[in-house]
């Protein structure tokens, strides 16, 4: 059986705010639009991007999660008023909330896609144990 759910949920602290979310998962046409901001990890698995690249991708994650997210609660001013999800993503969205949309977006992708760890979890252990620490194996299995 598939480990797939339509819906994704998140808890992020922003500040002083528990933020709860779902998202949908990422569509094949909305990742195509992300793409030309993927960059592959440097050397030591760092990711840099110049500061307008990173501003045109945080433009197009707004865009994106404002779209797919439909769970966006706890994220308040400080009065106690509560934010909504236009007022962080929509076209008028502040940048104050750039760390928060950066982290959603990035446990979007993540969530959205299967990953390596995933498919080799999936496959028989003496099938992924050559080339690889078994110890690690072992200790993912009796997790």
Request: charged letters at 35%; aromatic letters at 8%; glycine letters at 4%.
């Amino acid at each position: 059986m598939s480990k797939f759910t339509k819906q994704i949920k998140r808890v992020y602290q922003f500040e002083d705010d528990t933020v709860s979310v779902s998202m949908k998962r990422l569509k094949r046409k909305d990742a195509i639009k992300l793409a030309p901001f993927m960059s592959e990890p440097d050397e030591n698995g760092q990711v840099s991007m110049a500061f307008e690249d990173s501003l045109k991708f945080a433009d197009k994650a707004c865009e994106v999660l404002l779209k797919y997210t439909t769970v966006f609660e706890g994220l308040k001013e400080e009065d106690g008023t509560p934010i909504p999800l236009e007022d962080v993503f929509g076209e008028e969205g502040e940048t104050y909330f750039m760390e928060l949309t950066s982290n959603m977006m990035s446990d979007l992708m993540e969530a959205s896609f299967v990953g390596e760890k995933e498919k080799k979890l999936d496959k028989p252990l003496e099938d992924i144990s050559s080339g690889c620490d078994t110890t690690v194996h072992q200790s993912e299995e009796s997790a």
